[in-house]
């Protein structure tokens, strides 16, 4: 047989070097470099966050009963568990900023013109099935921050004119977040959207190619001189890119762990809810506009913004794409892009403020003498103490069962945490328990003792320091340690009986009350019977936990009750008394 080269063979064309040399071979106009690697940046972590959702899927249990525990046993027993988890948490951040940068990019560069009309559609679309992403992934550790967050997000559906009972009934599957809202949430995050999210990127990049990349700064119906190609030019970029944007994503999954709270607990009325940093625009708008103008912030401006961008390329129909001659298009995109910026970085800024004041107080408390250098008991609660604690001359007034709970409270070491300088200031530190005694009803806190809930963090992006143990205690010493915690009052800030009769109110009463509770809009911030936002702690059991005379004087003037409560409306007296008398009747079963 001859050894001569077939020529049928060397001329006959292979169709997967075809088509790869078609895929690669995409000719570039001049002027397209390194601001055009967005997208291929965008596509790579895209490609990512389904390659690390598919690892943790194979270990996650969509149950409320072991969802958090699934989280955990990744991030401790599954090899390289946690570094996947921080791919995928970090990732997803990556992703919004990359869609919001490139988005802009198309906006400044005017590349939403036609003949590329649908193909900003398509980008618009593709942005929100994004951020379905990050809703519907944001509830699945069933985590504190995330019940409550996503309880507030529902929230924020429902208020939604006509339609909104029937969204958030939807997305809660009945009339409160639970077991069926976390199976919806997993089905939308691993089925739903995928589905969406591929179909729209078949669509992205096939109109990509059809219409090509957009001249930079060329007028509309101006062709642009192909001098370069997809592969090596611009290739190249995009790898650079991309590897040094992922391994600032790697860096941060492998030193800053992915953030898990405590296990949800809907009976938590104390913990205030914040949303993922991309979702704090809505929210910080949402908690200006209340009252009344809830819609507004809800509603009309999400609704009025999505669609002057879905329309922006039917709308603009100047021929020009630089940006000095598209002057009206230069502000309004300026001035969209601070006001967003602002309502992002605010929340964060307000974060660190709190921070920072808890810092200082710190300081100035370490400052203070020892506890057993002072000479009286006023001279501990001004710096901080629970009266009581630590007084010789208190304790020969404290009642058998008082004494047992005061040297219980020692033994149990109590003091390590709850008076310390960071007590009370912060979601994330142990609670003071200066006036507890006046504040918290001693079934309420009996019920506590016996099985504490609430996991305390040094730092809301770590891992938890601090647990509330579960001592274990016997019936007879937590009866005992609430006697002792009962003494922890201040009769000259919270006299006895300051509420008046507000006990056993009359239907009319109550009525009342609700009337009250309508009228300074505290739907606006809690959630109450299912209605409302959860801005704030949910009141549905207030009335088995806080008492009277405090809840009065905390209505009355709530920011020397609690110091740094963002609550600032102070509750005329009359309205106070009635709205006490119709809270008191908020207790769940």
């Known amino acids: 047989m001859s050894d001569a080269v077939n020529p049928r063979l060397d001329t006959e064309p292979r169709p997967l070097v075809s088509v790869w040399r078609h895929l690669l071979d995409e000719p570039l106009p001049q002027g397209v470099g390194w601001f055009h690697v967005f997208g291929g940046l965008l596509l790579f972590f895209l490609a990512l966050q389904g390659v690390t959702g598919a690892l943790l899927g194979m270990y996650y249990s969509p149950s409320v009963t072991d969802a958090h525990a699934s989280i955990e046993f990744i991030e401790r027993d599954v090899t390289a568990g946690a570094f996947v988890r921080g791919l995928h948490h970090w990732g997803s951040s990556a992703i919004v900023v990359l869609a919001a940068v490139h988005l802009s990019q198309v906006f400044l560069w005017a590349a939403y013109k036609r003949p590329r009309r649908l193909l900003w559609v398509v980008g618009v679309l593709l942005f929100s099935v994004i951020l379905g992403f990050g809703f519907t992934g944001y509830l699945l550790p069933w985590d504190l921050k995330a019940y409550f967050g996503t309880k507030v997000g529902i929230s924020i559906a429902g ?15 009945g009339d409160e977040v639970g077991p069926l809202t976390l199976t919806r949430f997993y089905g939308l995050h691993v089925t739903v959207l995928p589905l969406l999210l591929a179909g729209l990127i078949a669509i992205h990049l096939f109109l990509v ?38 391994g600032v994503v790697a860096a941060l999954a492998w030193w800053v762990k992915a953030p898990l709270e405590e296990a949800a607990d809907p009976s938590n009325t104390t913990y205030q809810p914040r949303p993922e940093w991309y979702f704090n625009a809505p929210f910080q708008l949402l908690h ?7 819609v507004v912030g809800t509603t009309v401006i999400p609704a009025l913004g999505f669609l002057l961008l879905v329309l922006l390329p039917f709308y603009d129909r100047n021929p020009e794409r630089r940006l000095r001659k598209r002057p009206l298009a230069a ?7 601070i006001s967003i910026s602002m309502l992002t970085v605010i929340p964060m800024l307000e974060d660190r403020s709190a921070v920072a004041e808890t810092a200082d107080e710190t300081a100035s408390e370490e400052s203070l003498p020892l506890e057993s250098e002072k000479s009286s008991p006023q001279e501990k609660e001004q710096a901080g103490a629970p009266a009581g604690v630590r007084d010789e001359a208190a304790s020969t007034s404290l009642s058998d069962a008082a004494r047992r709970g005061e040297e219980l409270y020692r033994r149990l070491d109590c003091a390590a945490c709850h008076e310390s300088a960071s007590a009370g200031r912060g979601i994330n530190v142990p609670p003071t328990l200066v006036r507890i005694g006046d504040r918290v009803q001693s079934a309420w806190l009996a019920r506590y003792l016996a099985a504490p809930w609430r996991v305390r963090y040094q730092d809301e992006d770590e891992r938890p320091v601090a647990r509330m143990p579960d001592y274990g205690l016997a019936e007879s010493e937590i009866v005992d340690l609430v006697a002792f915690l009962e003494t922890f009052r ?7 009986g300051i509420a008046g009769a507000v006990e056993d109110p009359t239907e009319a009463q109550v009525e009342a009350g609700r ?3 309508e009228d300074y809009f505290c739907s606006s911030c809690h959630v109450l019977e299912g209605d409302g936002v959860g801005y704030g702690p949910d009141l549905d059991d207030v009335g088995r936990r806080l008492k009277a005379d405090f809840l009065f004087k905390f209505l009355r003037d709530p920011t020397v009750m609690i110091p740094g409560t963002p609550m600032e409306v102070e509750v005329e007296e009359e309205d106070a008394r009635a709205l006490v008398r119709f809270l008191l009747t908020r207790k769940t079963e």
């Open 288 to 294: 200006w506009l209340d009252g009344p103008l809830t």
């Open 159 to 173: 208020s939604v004119p006509v339609i909104g009972d029937s969204v958030e009934r939807i997305l809660q599957g």
């Open 490 to 496: 201040d009769s000259s800030q919270i006299p006895a």
């Open 515 to 517: 009337g009250v509770y």
């Open 331 to 337: 502000v309004t995109g300026s001035l969209v892009a």
């Open 209 to 246: 190619r059809f219409r090509g990349i957009t001249p930079p700064w060329k007028r509309v119906g101006e062709d642009g001189v192909a001098t370069q190609r997809f592969w090596p030019d611009q290739a190249f970029r995009d790898l650079i890119a991309t590897v040094i944007v992922f």
